[in-house]
């Protein structure tokens, strides 16, 4: 393979790789979704709202972790925004796991925005 062609590929290496970090995200958040709505089916003391509430903390701890990065290409008030808005599921999430609350479908339909931001 000639330097060209080495170098034509990495190009369109670092093009696709925001493409495929924002499919992955997504790809996160759908995998969130579905088990929050299971969470919703099986009521906020079920092992399945269990399991999707420890997901949903994890997911947004590595968002907001990439987030607060300043080396993350997303202009700075948009991550601002996306922080403020990890920190609220995080804290819904603590109210339904604590039983002070039952509203997955806030949650359900936080992360469908958010999913659909990323298509």
Same mark, same amino acid.
């Given at each position: 393979? &000639?330097?060209?062609?080495?170098?034509? !590929?990495?190009?369109?290496? /670092?093009?696709? &790789?925001?493409?495929?970090?924002?499919?992955?995200?997504?790809?996160?958040?759908?995998?969130?979704?579905?088990?929050?709505?299971? !969470? +919703?089916?099986?009521?906020?003391?079920?092992?399945?709202?269990?399991?999707?509430? /420890?997901?949903?903390? +994890?997911?947004?701890?590595? /968002?907001?972790?990439?987030? !607060?990065?300043?080396?993350?290409?997303?202009?700075?008030?948009?991550?601002?925004?996306? *922080?403020? $808005?990890? *920190?609220?599921?995080?804290?819904? !999430?603590? +109210?339904?796991? /604590?039983? +002070?609350?039952?509203?997955?479908?806030?949650? $359900?339909?936080?992360?469908?925005?958010?999913?659909?931001?990323?298509?």
């Amino acid at each position: 393979m &000639t330097v060209e062609a080495h170098t034509a !590929a990495y190009a369109e290496l /670092l093009e696709d &790789t925001p493409r495929l970090a924002r499919e992955r995200e997504r790809a996160a958040i759908e995998r969130g979704i579905d088990l929050l709505r299971l !969470a +919703q089916e099986k009521g906020p003391g079920s092992r399945e709202a269990a399991e999707a509430l /420890l997901y949903l903390n +994890q997911l947004w701890s590595i /968002l907001m972790e990439d987030l !607060a990065n300043p080396e993350n290409d997303l202009p700075r008030e948009l991550r601002a925004n996306l *922080i403020s $808005i990890g *920190i609220w599921v995080m804290r819904e !999430a603590d +109210q339904i796991r /604590l039983g +002070q609350s039952e509203n997955f479908s806030a949650l $359900i339909d936080v992360m469908k925005a958010i999913g659909e931001g990323l298509r």
